[in-house]
């Protein structure tokens, strides 16, 4: 599932979609069954895991490159996106959008931060630095009960024609709103993600929708993701992944202008100190 | 890069000289195939504003009776301007920035330009003179001459009077803009834009203009048009923009930049950044937003990094049927912390209106030069079905003391008009009272 987060929504790294978000279930089918009677949340996570390659898989890797590209249609607009992930929580996503230029999102698994052209250079703080830094680390699947306290299946809904069990994550930490996802009930892969992009600029619901499922490595990736945000869609394509690169930790070192962020936003010390 | 990815369109583009329609080509008559090309972009119009408005109640438009009395005109429409007619009959109702169609024409001309900094080429594409006006106590005075220009090469001076243009008289067209939107704070806008427009055309077009000159005497230019100079640059499905970015020290010890859209981060927010870096030390920074149109929304904030150092401070809120979105400044490590002067005019809209109001309502900047028409509304364009593009507001903007900039716009603390009289003599009004300002705070 985590795996999810940080990969399948590789364009929530992108637009920052980070926290989910417990959606209202106004569109919930009229059939949906009585909550005692739908298994229980773990144990659809848990399949889902089995159904993605299990454990074993997940745990052989230790660092990820993934490419692919972001497209927004309707705006005319198109992205190229590389994801870079080194075990345990190191990551740095780049993206390159004609016209606004190349944007980076990163972290050294303590100080999560973006940059870019137009907003300059950002250290992300509290619920955002969580998400960012949760959605880079490698166990976040295999340990999943790490980071979310309780996942309760809420019901059942039709995700494209086809029902799915809903079921309603609660992350671990404070300030961390809930998610939604949607387990497809005969395949068990995740097909929906509901969650809220959060920043200090304001939150707003994202409904990712998660398709085409590949092999790579004996992991199943969904290679396409559709995202509501705001009445846009958005579509993130997964070209490539390749694990076990060789990432130089240097790669996930701070940039200058972080490191100068950091030092001006440290508390000054006390004399004596 | 959070957010940055909504594109956040804040320009008034469909009003734009670029945006203009093709003389003739929308008046050849349409066949069914095209017409029925049109009615599917009039229901795109029409369901995009109904779903995506941020106000459910649409401003107040019966939106169902509009459609049911616009969209027969639209299945009736035998040439592209009647159907294109209709839709912005439609669209008019609201009675709001940011709602316009770009002919489809405009991304045509666009497309057959060279690319790169050398696309200058004469004949295609859309032509500038290089000459900026405004309309100041009732007539179309000068304020710059682009050097380099056509303008510049017909000998055309800052400080003279556009009279005419071609068989247009700017005192008749004037008279037109006021009538057509009299109770509307964009007239202040269309004056300047389409006084403006008069002197353009495509590149290569002569175009044939009389002036006051700075003696009173009545002179005849012949001005053939080349296309912009700037930087090109493209931004989803606008047609080309041409940036224009001026870094110097205006006076000593007093840094200036001036930008002529908030497009394309990489050359304009980086050129803002390393002018503050240039000019971090000195008594003041003098931003220039007269004549912009705006452009991304998010380099407002972005640039507002490099003047605040309060972390959490917002230039304003957007709202979104689907939920505010707060302009938080995010502070840089430089930043100008010595006094700033924003100039605007009637030109200066949408992100220029978002930086120069919210600077101001923060304590930040001191405003001069005139009022701005009000046109603040975040949008988007999309491609319609029939070629043409669609630029919708889907948010409106409250500034960061609450007030709704649309229709208002930014009052300056300082009201100073271009001078006819200064302009002969080559000076700038507006940046002499900024660096006069800037002198009394040191």
Known sequence: ?273 | MKLSIFGLLVCAFALLPGCRSAKSADLAPIDDARRQKHVESFDQVWTTIRDQHWDKDLNGVDWSAARDELRPRVQAAKTDAEARAAMLALIQRLKQSHFGIIPSEAYERVASLPSGDDSKTPGAGQGDSGIHVSVVDGVALVTEVEANSPGAAAGVRPGWILESAGKLEVADVLKRVDAAYADSSLVLAYRKLTTQQLLSGDAGDTVRATFLDGSNHRVKKEIVLATPQGKPAKFGNLPTFYLRTTVKEVSPGIGYIAFNAFFDPPTVSTAFKRAVEQFEKADGFIIDLRGNPGGIGFMANGMAGYLVSEPGTKLGTMTMRSGDLKFVINPQPTIFKGPVAVLIDEGSMSTSEIMSGGLKDIGRARIFGTPTPGAALPSRIEKLPNGDGFQYAFANYVSAKGDVLEGKGVTPDVEVKPDRKSLLAGQDRVIEAAVDWIRSKK
């Open chain 1, 1 to 273: 599932m985590k795996r999810l987060l940080s990969i399948a929504v590789l364009a929530a790294a992108v637009v920052g979609a980070g926290l989910p978000v417990v959606l209202t279930t106004s569109t919930a089918r009229a059939d949906e069954v009585a909550a005692t009677a739908l298994p229980a949340g773990k144990e659809v996570i848990e399949r889902f895991i089995q159904a993605t390659g299990g454990r074993e898989a997940y745990a052989k890797f230790t660092s990820r490159t993934t490419k692919g590209t972001l497209d927004i249609p309707a705006q005319g607009m198109k992205a190229s996106l590389t994801i870079f992930q080194l075990a345990p929580d190191k990551g740095l996503v780049e993206s390159e959008i004609p016209a606004l230029g190349v944007m980076k999102q990163g972290s050294d698994g303590e100080t999560a931060w973006s940059i870019d052209p137009m907003q300059g250079a950002r250290i992300l703080s509290g619920g955002e630095r969580d998400t960012l830094i949760r959605q880079f680390r490698f166990d976040g699947d295999s340990d999943w009960e790490k980071y979310y306290k309780s996942a309760e299946t809420i019901g059942v809904e039709d995700v494209d024609g086809k029902p799915a069990y809903k079921v309603k994550l609660t992350p671990v930490g404070e300030g961390l709103a809930d998610s939604v996802g949607y387990y497809d009930k005969e395949s068990g892969l995740v097909v929906r993600m509901d969650t809220v992009m959060q920043s200090p600029m304001g939150e707003l619901a994202v409904v990712s929708k998660i398709s085409n499922y590949k092999d790579f490595g004996g992991i199943k990736i969904p290679t396409t993701t559709v995202q509501e945000v705001a009445g846009m869609t958005m579509s993130m394509t997964v070209e490539s992944v390749d694990h076990d690169t060789t990432l130089d930790e240097a790669k996930f070192a701070l940039p200058a202008d972080i490191e100068k962020l950091k030092a001006q936003q440290a508390p000054a010390a006390k004399p004596g100190e």
